[in-house]
């Protein structure tokens, strides 16, 4: 039977992420996003969930870069639960959200981050293009 983990979530940033390195160099950062839940009990109402994320490499690098506490984002990942026995001897649990993507949801002009915040600049540095020999008619082709 087929199965599918896929998770995409739209909330905000909790705290400013921190870029971490791992023993081996790999760039890794978690944080959380707070989301809003609606629900339906005697009236519509809401309920914030915060959910953890973690990313690693250049995820990781650029989250840690254009994204600040307040911020709107848009995660796409997988959902992960990783367990391991506490020093008191029991076990825990944690499950996290691990980012694949991460993408803006507001206008530059709607970001909490002001006018400090610049998205990457376009670069289109390819070179010119290759010259092509013209290549002289066929009237023998077939069709």
């Known amino acids: ?9 739209i909330g905000h940033l ?3 992420p921190e ?6 160099g790999v760039s890794v950062t978690s ?7 609606r629900f339906t009990r005697a009236g519509e109402q809401a309920q914030s969930d ?8 250049n995820t990781a ?7 600040r506490k307040g ?4 995660i796409c990942g997988s959902l992960q639960t990783r367990t391991w026995t506490a020093n008191d001897g029991s076990k825990r649990y944690a499950t996290e959200v691990v980012a694949d993507e991460a ?10 981050r002001g006018d400090d915040f610049q998205a990457p600049a376009f670069s289109s540095d390819m070179g010119s293009a290759p010259k092509f020999e013209e290549v002289a008619a066929d009237d023998d082709l077939p069709f």
């Open 14 to 16: 909790t705290a400013d």
């Open 50 to 57: 915060f959910i953890n994320i973690v990313a690693w490499r």
């Open 1 to 9: 039977m087929a199965s599918l983990n896929k998770v995409i979530l």
């Open 19 to 24: 870029l971490k390195q791992t023993p081996s």
């Open 61 to 67: 690098e650029f989250i840690t870069k254009y994204f």
């Open 103 to 112: 993408t803006f949801v507001e206008k530059k002009s709607e970001s909490s």
């Open 71 to 74: 911020n709107a984002i848009c």
């Open 31 to 37: 944080f959380s996003i707070g989301v809003t839940r």
